[in-house]
């Protein structure tokens, strides 16, 4: 049997390669893996790698080339009308509350017939008229052309080969030990000012979550300026 692996988007569709049209509902327009008849008689199996929605004007390719046109089936809908945009897009919230697929117009909102949807519509003052056309609803907002997007951060799996530029390497058990000596006996600035710090630094961090710090800081500070002024400073944190 034929089978047609690809998608062709109507911009891209070549009427010369098409070979034949199958005739599809909305909910025969996103399935993965069917067994298919065009009008002209074409059987061949669809079989995509997911489930896409295939547009009015869309093609299935085949693999020798050849193209199916895809034609949207009319389907019994409800057209919903209102005497202002205001009431209309009122309307529209609520349907989009019932999570139910929604074709929306300029004037009309168009959904699958459903008498408690109708009543509830009503309720909101809007006109209906059962109507058959085609039916194309509106795609999720992450839906277009069947593509997954990742934003930002958000959804990204670092690992050493993704290129991010981030480091990958998480080593949570770190010890420092920093010895700081610094002499400024270069400065004269016409004050005798003499300061012995000595600070002598123990952090030992136990956060319960595996992580041990030890932090030992030995700060001396020589500074001699002109004063006789002595300052003698004994810091000792435990």
């Not at 199996?45 to 949207?72: F, H, Q, S």
């Not at 005497?83 to 309307?91: A, M, S, Y």
């Not at 920093?178 to 961090?205: F, I, L, N, R, V």
């Amino acid at each position: 049997m034929l089978r047609a692996a690809a998608i062709v988007r109507k911009p891209a569709v070549k009427a010369d390669k098409v070979i034949d049209t199958v005739v599809l509902d909305h909910d025969g327009r996103h399935k993965r893996r069917i067994v298919l008849t065009g009008k002209g008689g074409t059987a061949f199996l669809m079989d995509l790698d997911k489930a896409t929605i295939l547009d009015d004007g869309d093609a299935l390719k085949l693999e020798d080339g050849r193209l199916i046109a895809v034609e949207a089936a009319p389907e019994k809908l409800l057209e919903i009308r209102a005497e202002n945009p205001l009431r209309l897009l009122r309307t529209a919230w609520h349907i989009g509350n019932r999570h139910t697929p929604a074709e929306i117009t300029a004037d009309a909102i168009y959904i699958e017939d459903d008498h408690v949807l109708a009543e509830m519509i009503r309720g909101q003052g809007c006109s209906i008229a059962r109507v058959e056309r085609p039916f194309r609803p509106e795609r999720g907002a992450y839906d277009h052309g069947g593509h997954g997007h990742a934003h930002g951060e958000e959804g990204h799996v670092h690992d050493a080969s993704c290129g991010c530029g981030h480091d990958h390497s998480h080593d949570h058990g770190h010890a420092h030990g920093h010895d700081h000596a610094h002499a400024h006996a270069a400065h004269d600035h016409g004050h005798d000012h003499a300061h012995s710090h000595d600070h002598g630094h123990k952090h030992d961090h136990d956060h319960g979550h595996g992580h041990a710090h030890s932090h030992d800081h030995d700060h001396a500070h020589g500074h001699k300026h002109g004063h006789d002024h002595k300052h003698d400073h004994d810091h000792k944190h435990g």
